[in-house]
Nanobody, 120 residues
């Protein structure tokens, strides 16, 4: 059974930083593409970043390029978020599946989400 557990969300002021973590089993992390998605109230779930099982194939949505960094080790996936903006506010979800995709409907496995709130 695939289990993903996110942590690290919180409330920060604009310009601040947060680091999100997604804990997965070693098998899950080594066998799947891992992605971070976010969803603001009333909006669709948006692909933020993804990283393939070998650590390559990194993708970022244009709005976070230069500010966010996705990384992974054997069992965890991280999202370092710097220079946060109010528009980054939302529930952030970790997802796993193959192949890598920026579309939420392509992922079967999801965590419960962690809230990120950025105030101006």
């Amino acid at each position: 059974q695939v289990q993903l557990v996110e942590s690290g969300g919180g409330s920060v002021q604009a310009g601040g930083s947060l680091r999100l973590s997604c804990a997965a089993s070693a098998y899950t992390a080594s066998s799947n593409c891992m992605g971070w998605f976010r969803q603001a109230p009333g909006k669709e779930r948006e692909g933020v970043a993804s990283i393939y099982r070998g650590g390559g194939g990194i993708y970022y949505v244009d709005s976070v390029k230069g500010r966010f960094t996705i990384s992974r080790d054997n069992v965890n996936v991280y999202l370092q978020m710097n220079s946060l903006k109010p528009e980054d506010t939302g529930m952030y979800y970790c997802a796993a599946d193959v192949p890598c995709s920026q579309k939420a409907y392509n992922y079967r496995y999801w965590g419960q989400g962690t809230q990120v709130t950025v105030s101006s």
